[in-house]
Structures are given as structure tokens and as C-alpha cells.
């Protein structure tokens, strides 16, 4: 009974979200759509500096340059999950393997790049989805929902359940809208330095649902609340016998004892029989005690389900703001350039408005109580980049992102390590008017079975991009690109009920981008 009370805490364990999405665990830097077309920006001379290589910016000349970008993002997350207690669902087909998947879509992700360069000072504001956004839902659940009914179902074994049914869904929703105000001072012909300001504005929701909980029985299946009920009935009539029962045996023990007392007052031999009687006496004494404290910790076992009587209803919104120093420094050596960037840690703290009103007997609930504030930081991210310009026509380009990802509030080291990503990429100049680009990106997290749930989770992996730019005018370019993600897969170890989970991803971003210079 005692595992009833450890998995019935953890059907809600999962809602522990912490939604992250493509370049470290919460900043995106999918900020435009020539960063689609080769994501080894780092270095590049682009309106896109704006947020790849602020610096950068003030070597595309002076006046006013603008890029205006749309993305349509999806993302399929995919859990393979192994377990014996599966085989006990009804609609399960007494297998031992489920898969959930959730789909994460982003049908319309905005981004604004604009710059106004004057004699040596480059004027720079950004706005994008920095940290990610979406809509992540699994409707089937995830498998900490469907593994914590199925051991409550093992463990009522003793009052007659065979197995168990249910309906769940999880849903997360999550936008970081981040707005970049810097200036970028160009020290001499080969070298410009940055400073700005990133404000970070975070708004998620979260859902989450159990219900219509089913035991099967050997009659059928039973609504949980029912047999609830019925297995209650069971133990306190139980006990009730129990205590019935031990009010005899007392009798009789405290009987056989005065017969013993009174022969041997009398002197007379206490006979075998009265000694064997009082040693089975009290023989059965201690198996009802015994059985009585199994049938008392049931009791607290089932009261540990009454929260689940009505099931699971999770609703939970959460919003939060952090503003953070962005510095950078570009160097321009001949046909070579070079550029590093370096972001603050941004300090975040969401604060709930939740259905969770008081602190749950669920304690994995209580992140989500009204009014309370949840570590979600962002962490600081060191970028270096280089371009080579092979050919007026050919340039190639390669970047390192480190994430101080251990740095922030909400991770330690038992859960993860910092994580990189390596980058790179080339463009070519078909002709004055078209421009074609390619580049990959490997992402590797250093991720632990720690930091790892059933939804909010990332693995490493292999990205691909390439495009096209065309120049419509002198002062207009169109660009279009399609970006996809490989992942890899993570083996989380078996947990303490014995499920083994593994993990990955899917995600394709296609975008559609025009720069302006005025």
C-alpha cells in the first residue's frame, strides 16, 4: 500500500513543465529567416545581426534597414514508454509498450529586425519569440498519467481489481516575447563594439486532465469513486470484525490467566492444557494485531486516493518579465570577420493564477498554486563566430553557442550540464540578383535522466537549412527558407515502479522574410 501512496503523488509530478524549444533551453535563435537559410550567422553582416551580431550592424552602411519575418513552426514530442503494468489496461491489449506523442504548433511566429546607422553609431531594436512559443498537446496523456493509475490499480489487487481505464490530456502553452534595444559604436574602419538591452516577457498556460478513472473487476469495470467506496466498506468492516474479534480473544486470555493464578494460589499443578490454551490465546492475539495494522494502513492508503476521486483538473496560467545586458564586438580583418556576443542571464519569475487555490495534498500541485512564483530563467549565452569570403561571390561561415544553462534558478547539476551547439554554413552569390545559402547546426545538450520529464524534455541533435535570397529592388530582398531538425534519442533508466521511457522530437520550420534599406 505504501506504493499507492508514492505513485498517487506523482500523477501529477509530470505538470512540472519547464517548455523549452530549439537553441538552449530557453532562448530561440531562430530570429529570422536568413538565419533559416544558414544558421552560422554569428559573423554575418546582415540586418539580422540585429540579434546574431549586433556589432555587426554597422558595417551594412548608413541609413534605415528594416527586416520583416513570418515562420510557421511544428513539432511532434514522441515518449516510447515500457512497463508490465501496462498489460493491466483494458484498452491496452496486454501490451507492455505505449507511445504518447504530443504536436507542438506555432502557425505564425513574427519577427522585427530594424537598424538606423549614422556616421559611427548603429541605433538597433529587435523583437521576436526569444524564448520559443507554441501549443504543445498530448491527447492521450503522457506516460506518468497512465503509469501512477496503472500501479493504484496493481496494488487494489487485494480488493479485487484486475486492471484499469482512463481518459487524460496534457496540454502546454508557452510565448517569451522579447523586445532588444541597443546601440553599436564603430571604434575605428575594423572594429565596432555593442550594448543593449533585452526585455523578456513570459506568458504560458498549462493543463492538465484525469478522469473517467475505471477498476476493472471480475464483474467489469467499476468507476473508481465506486470502488472506492466499496474497498472503504471492505476495510472498515474489517476492522470492525478485528476488533470484535480481539475483544473475545482478551476475554479468553484474561480468562485462561485467572484459571493459572487461582491453581497456582491453590498449589495445584497448572495443567498443559490451560498453558497451551493461553499460548494459542495469545498466538491469536498477535495475528489480529498484525492484521489489524495491514488493515489500518490500507485505510490511510485509500484515504491518499480520495483527491482522485473526481480525477485530475489542472488549469494554470503563468506570466513574468526580466530585463537582461546584451554586449558585443565585431573585428573586420581583411576578407576574415570575426564577432562574439554575450548575453546576460535573464532572471524570471512566473507567477501562477491557477485553479489551485491552497496548498494540495499533491505536492507536485503546489508549483502550480495560485499566487506562487516559479524559477524560469533564461540563461546567458556566449556566441563566437567567423566568415571568410573565399570568393566576392563565396563566403563561409562557422559559430559556437555556449548556454550557461547550470547558472540558472530552476536547473542543478544532478540535472543537467551546459549545453553548445556548433555551427556552419556558406552563401553564394548566383547573381547579382539571387543568392542561395545552406548551413547545419548540432545541438548538444548535456541533459541527465534528472532533468528529464515526460514533456519537457530536450535531446540533441542535427539541423539543416538552406534558402534563397532575391533582390526584387536595389533596397529589397525576399527571403524563403525551410529549416529541419534531427533528433536524437534519450534513454531515460527505469524509475522506481520500473517504467522505462525513451525520447525525442521532430520539428520543421519553413519562413518567409523581406529586408528593407531606406
Known amino acids: 500500500m505504501k506504493k499507492i501512496r508514492l505513485c498517487c503523488l506523482t500523477i501529477m509530478a509530470a505538470v ?72 493491466l489496461g483494458i484498452n491496452n491489449n496486454n501490451s507492455n509498450f505505449k507511445e504518447f506523442e504530443g504536436e507542438a504548433d506555432a502557425p505564425i511566429i513574427p519577427s522585427i529586425q530594424a537598424a538606423y546607422n ?29 503509469s501512477s493509475i496503472a500501479i493504484i490499480s496493481s496494488q487494489l489487487g487485494a480488493f479485487g481489481a484486475t486492471g484499469y481505464d482512463m481518459n487524460a490530456f496534457m496540454e502546454g502553452r508557452q510565448y517569451y516575447f522579447g523586445f532588444t534595444a541597443g546601440a ?29 478513472i475505471k477498476v476493472n473487476t471480475a464483474n467489469g469495470a467499476v468507476a473508481f469513486d465506486k470502488f472506492l467506496d466499496a474497498a472503504n466498506q471492505t476495510v472498515e468492516g474489517g476492522l470492525a470484525q478485528i476488533a470484535e474479534k480481539l475483544l473475545l480473544v482478551e476475554g479468553g486470555i484474561a480468562q485462561v490467566q485467572q484459571d493459572i493464578a487461582q491453581n497456582e494460589a491453590a498449589g495445584v499443578p497448572v495443567l498443559e492444557e490451560l498453558t497451551g490454551k493461553l499460548a494459542e490465546l495469545q498466538a491469536t492475539r498477535q495475528q489480529l494485531v498484525a492484521t489489524q495494522e495491514t ?7 485509500l484515504n491518499q486516493l480520495e483527491p482522485y476521486r473526481e480525477g485530475v483538473n489542472l488549469m494554470c496560467d503563468q506570466t513574468a518579465w526580466g530585463v537582461a545586458p546584451i554586449i558585443g564586438i565585431d573585428y573586420k580583418l581583411g576578407k576574415l570577420n570575426l564577432a562574439a556576443k554575450y548575453e546576460f542571464k535573464t532572471r524570471m519569475r512566473m507567477k501562477n493564477k ?49 548556454y550557461f544553462d547550470v547558472d540558472t534558478k530552476q536547473y542543478t547539476k544532478d540535472m543537467l550540464g551546459d549545453s553548445n551547439e556548433y ?96
Open 184 to 212: 553599436a559604436y564603430k571604434v575605428n574602419e575594423n572594429l565596432s563594439v555593442y550594448g543593449g538591452l533585452r526585455l523578456l516577457y513570459g506568458n504560458a498556460s498549462y493543463k492538465a486532465k484525469v478522469d473517467n
Open 118 to 146: 549614422k556616421g559611427k553609431w548603429s541605433y538597433q531594436f529587435g523583437f521576436a519569440i526569444t524564448g520559443g512559443g507554441g501549443k504543445c498537446t498530448f491527447d492521450y496523456g503522457i506516460p506518468t498519467f497512465e
Open 423 to 518: 555551427l556552419f554554413g556558406a552563401e553564394y552569390d548566383i547573381c547579382k540578383k539571387l543568392q542561395i545559402s545552406a548551413g547545419m547546426q548540432r545541438t548538444a545538450y548535456n541533459l541527465k535522466d534528472a532533468g528529464i520529464n515526460d514533456i519537457s524534455f530536450n535531446v540533441s541533435s542535427y539541423s539543416y537549412g538552406f534558402g534563397i535570397g532575391y533582390n526584387v529592388t536595389d533596397k529589397i530582398q525576399v527571403n524563403a527558407a525551410w529549416f529541419q531538425t534531427l533528433y536524437d534519442d534519450y534513454d531515460k533508466a527505469p524509475d522506481a515502479i520500473g517504467v522505462k521511457n525513451s525520447f525525442t522530437r521532430t520539428n520543421r520550420v519553413i519562413g518567409l522574410g523581406v529586408n528593407f534599406t531606406l
Open 16 to 87: 512540472n513543465v519547464m517548455n523549452a524549444w530549439a537553441g538552449g533551453l530557453l532562448t530561440n535563435t531562430n530570429q529570422n529567416i536568413e538565419f533559416l537559410r544558414n544558421p552560422a550567422r554569428d559573423a554575418a553582416i546582415g540586418i539580422d545581426g540585429v540579434y546574431s551580431n549586433p556589432a555587426g550592424v554597422l558595417f551594412l552602411g548608413e541609413g534605415f534597414h528594416l527586416s520583416l519575418n513570418i515562420q510557421n513552426a511544428h513539432q511532434t514530442r514522441t515518449v516510447s514508454s515500457w512497463s508490465d503494468l501496462y498489460k
Open 354 to 402: 491557477s485553479t489551485v487555490k491552497e496548498a494540495s495534498l499533491i505536492s507536485a500541485v503546489n508549483k502550480f498554486k495560485d499566487g506562487e512564483k516559479v524559477d524560469e530563467d533564461s540563461p546567458a549565452l556566449l556566441t563566437i563566430g567567423a566568415q571568410y569570403e573565399i570568393l566576392p561571390s563565396l563566403r563561409v561561415m562557422a559559430g559556437w553557442h555556449h
Open 295 to 301: 488493515l489500518k494502513g490500507a485505510e490511510g492508503s
